[in-house]
């Protein structure tokens, strides 16, 4: 059978030809297989989910643990992971932005799959800096799904968006590493099924060089001293059952063989967390706003709601509304699968640009469509009788998680600014090449003012 009579399924109903192009059989499969997984086993279950977790918020509800299971058993685990890494299940970042995009669709669907934030982007950490008795002891199991982890780098006291700032105290004894500090954001203590934190902090303050002073370490979530003061909503929501926590390390004791890599060597590790890990929300963004998209179709012919005796969906405003939401989504689809494909193709460091086009560029533009098929509903699309609020708001965070946009901005600014010398020389060579040309047609060369 060819690869194109494959992709006959609904899984690709949106692939842009030059991915279907990319995409090898086995891939193929494993898209069609999450998107069976997304719409039978989880979309009919997001209101089961809701109704365990309403009196329980800070437990990992039943059907989770069940969907874990089963989708483990079915080799949806850690699709994440590309396949240069030898304990990749052996998708590559493009295809797995396919598998993502339909993650997305179910806020929690990524968690059964083992493919969720800020996991993803541990377990690549870990994979690529660990020890190997490290990787025994929290690679594997992170990996089987028997543990879980959180990731601690932002701080109340300082700008965190630029990690050189981080404060939080890490004194290195022969031993031990005890930890005094703040730290926001990372998931919820309470969880008792959250079993270590990811935690970077500052080990030599006073070294000369400020990449060198930082240091990584892996914090057991009931290690004395370490307590969770707050959980933070996040837009009111308080994002139940990981949540989002607010911590004080008071001394702290950690092994020093915890440490990942070395002490001081934590923007190594930041460095390696910069790749796919980065546009992962991006990904299953997609098919939030997807989710938004359908849910502002199917609003458009309801035939409850006719104002002026007219569908939703028969007045122009909505018509063109529905084709900007389309193209919007279809454009910023081609940005983040344009961001995975570069990643492949040239390695995480050439993806950089294409990295932060996706952070700052997706969220933005995708919070637009959402808010529009809020509009659309009415008041009842900014109450629970929808998803869209819980949409909107993820929309929103992606702003600002894994760092704001206006400091990727600034990055691909300042980058940008650094081409702009060779670009004046190609302009003085065309001043240079028309003066020759005038010579040649004994023509008076002309003077503009500011054009080289
Ligand atoms: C829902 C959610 C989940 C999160 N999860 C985690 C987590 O699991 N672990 C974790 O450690 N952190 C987490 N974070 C924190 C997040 O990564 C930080 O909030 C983010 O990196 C920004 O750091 P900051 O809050 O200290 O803001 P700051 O660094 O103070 O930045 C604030 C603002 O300053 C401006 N700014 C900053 N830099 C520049 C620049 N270069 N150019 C122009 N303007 C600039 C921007 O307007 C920016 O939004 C999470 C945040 C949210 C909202």
């Not at 059978?1 to 991915?19: G, I, N």
């Not at 002891?137 to 965190?160: F, H, I, Q, R």
């Not at 509903?377 to 109450?383: K, N, V």
Request: hydrophobic content about 35%.
């Amino acid at each position: 059978m060819s690869s194109e009579s494959l992709m006959d399924h609904p899984a690709f109903a949106r692939t842009p030809p030059w991915v279907k192009a990319k995409l090898r059989p086995f891939a193929i499969e494993k898209i069609k297989q999450v998107y069976e997984w997304v719409e039978t086993e989880c979309i009919p279950a997001e209101r089961i989910f809701k109704a365990q977790i309403k009196d329980n918020r800070w437990k990992n509800p039943p059907i989770i643990h069940e969907l874990r299971q089963k989708a483990k058993a079915q080799g949806l685990f850690n699709l994440f992971l590309p396949n240069h890494f030898k304990e990749s299940p052996g998708l590559t970042n493009l295809e797995y932005s396919c598998c993502a995009e339909i993650m997305g669709k179910v806020y929690w669907a990524p968690q059964t799959m083992n493919c969720h934030a800020p996991e993803t982007g541990n377990i690549e950490l870990l994979a690529k800096y660990c020890s190997p008795e490290q990787k025994k002891k929290w690679l594997e199991p992170l990996m089987n799904g028997e543990m879980s982890s959180a990731y601690s780098m932002t701080e109340p006291d300082v700008a965190s968006s630029d990690a050189t700032n981080i404060a939080c105290s890490m004194k290195i004894t022969d031993t031990e590493v005890i930890i005094n500090g703040r730290k926001l954001y990372a998931n919820c203590q309470y969880n008792e099924d959250l079993n270590i934190y990811i935690l970077m902090g500052c080990s030599d303050p006073e070294n000369p060089n400020p990449w060198n002073r930082h240091t990584t370490i892996v914090v057991p979530a009931r290690t004395p001293g370490l307590k969770q003061v707050r959980n933070l909503t996040i837009m009111g929501f308080d994002c139940a059952p990981e949540g989002h926590g607010e911590y004080i390390y008071d001394n702290v004791r950690v092994p020093k063989e915890n440490i990942i890599l070395g002490p001081g060597r934590a923007f190594e590790i930041a460095q390696g967390r910069l790749g796919p890990g980065r546009i992962h929300h991006c990904m299953r963004l997609i098919g939030q706003a997807e989710r938004a998209y359908e849910l502002a179709l199917v609003r458009c012919i309801e035939p409850r709601k006719k104002p002026r005796g007219k569908l939703i969906g028969q007045f122009d405003s909505n018509i063109e509304r529905i084709a900007d939401m389309r193209m919007t989504i279809d454009s910023m689809r081609l940005v983040v699968l344009n961001a995975a494909d570069t990643m492949d193709y040239a390695g995480n460091k050439a993806g950089k640009y294409a990295i932060a086009q996706s952070k700052i560029l997706v969220p933005n533009a995708l919070l637009k469509v959402i808010d529009e098929a809020m509009q659309m509903y009415g008041g009842q699309g900014l109450t629970q009788h929808t998803p869209l609020p819980e949409i909107w708001t993820y929309a929103r965070f992606v702003r600002v998680a894994d760092g704001p946009d206006a400091a990727h901005r600034h990055q691909v600014g300042r980058d940008q600014m650094k081409t702009a010398q060779g670009v004046r020389t190609r302009f003085e060579e065309y001043t240079r090449k028309y003066q020759e040309l005038c010579k040649k047609w004994e023509l008076e060369p002309e003077e503009f003012w500011g054009i080289v």
